[in-house]
């Protein structure tokens, strides 16, 4: 997955709290066997009216101010629910690379950063100035360093956030679970070399 290391983008303000993941992306949808195709899907249920293809003006991401937002500003617990991939493979193919929050679920935040997306926890009311700015200044943006654990606009913002040291280096080096493991994998080939050969299956 691509690295992340610093990006600057649009905001999008999605003030809701306890989002869940069937929100995110409804059950209807998980019949696929793809982990790709999920963004025209994701938010379904608020973001079209029954039909399913008129768009809801109502929700706060039709708002054609957010188009082409790479960054969501939301409320507390978001991804709560079921423990579905899906929610993140579904926000990622939507355009967002990072997530601003009072709090996550554990689950929804791991499987973020399995999908090399960066999920930012602030205090409730330095998500509720974010928010403010981007329901109110026509384009705002924000630049998030994970290098630096830094986020600032040009407005006078600027916050700083904790991250796991282990998921800042995974992020930085656009590592998956897969990609870490094969990071030690000259140990591993030396430790099977000393594997006695009647421990080898052939």
Known sequence: MEPFVKHSGKVAALDRVNVDTDQIIPKQFLKRIERTGYGPFAFFDWRYFEDGTTPNPDFELNDARYDGATILVTGRNFGCGSSREHAAWALKEYGFLAIIAPSFADIFANNAVENGMLTVVLPPD??????????????????VDLANTTIQDNQGFTATFAVDPTVQHRLLHGLDAVGLTLQQEAAIAAFEERRPAWLTVS
């Open 126 to 143: 330095d998500v509720a100035e974010l928010t403010r700015r981007a329901q109110t200044i026509d384009g705002y943006q924000i630049t």
